[in-house]
């Protein structure tokens, strides 16, 4: 399996639950024997990439373009969808946050996709994964697959993974 983490930063500063999010695909990639890479995207963010390098990847990938030094949802979007047809993900896992609510289902749509958001875990069970959401304001939660041909996208709850837990080791540079 194929796993694509896109990141999250403003102003050359990370989204903490990118780090979040990049521990997931760590452990996800480690069940299901598969290779991790990781984006980051915006405009002179290459030292924001060195140092995600530093971390237990495959790859590293960087998304840079002046048109992408502010945020705008049709700008990642474009710039996402290039990076996906080269990348080839089978899963694309993204922070949940409010940049994240506002792009990922558009993005996954113009794929003709669909999105599992806002996941407190998963599990791999007989070689499938299984993604948990709470549903109704937490009152109780739901185990969601992936229906159709990769890639699949999920956005992670902030909080539901421990940054703590990267895992370090050297990545190839992007």
Known sequence: ????????????KWNSASFETLV???????????RLA?????????ALADE????????????EH?????YTPDGFTIALRQVIAQA???????????QVR???PKLAASLGKGMIGDCIGYRHENGKLIFVRQMFQGKTVADVTFAGAAPWFASLQSGAFRADQIARGASPAP
């Not at 695909?25 to 069940?31: K, V």
């Not at 984006?39 to 290459?46: D, E, L, N, P, S």
């Open 1 to 12: 399996m194929k796993i694509l983490v896109i990141t999250e930063q403003r102003d050359a």
């Open 88 to 98: 080839a993900p089978d899963l694309v896992l993204l922070p949940h946050t409010y």
């Open 102 to 104: 506002d792009f990922a």
């Open 66 to 70: 002046d048109l992408l030094e502010r």
């Open 24 to 34: 997931a695909g760590q452990q996800i990639a480690a069940q299901t024997s598969g």
């Open 52 to 63: 995600l390098a530093a971390h237990k990847l495959d790859e590293v990938l960087l998304a």
């Open 38 to 46: 990781a984006v980051v995207i915006g405009k002179g963010v290459r």
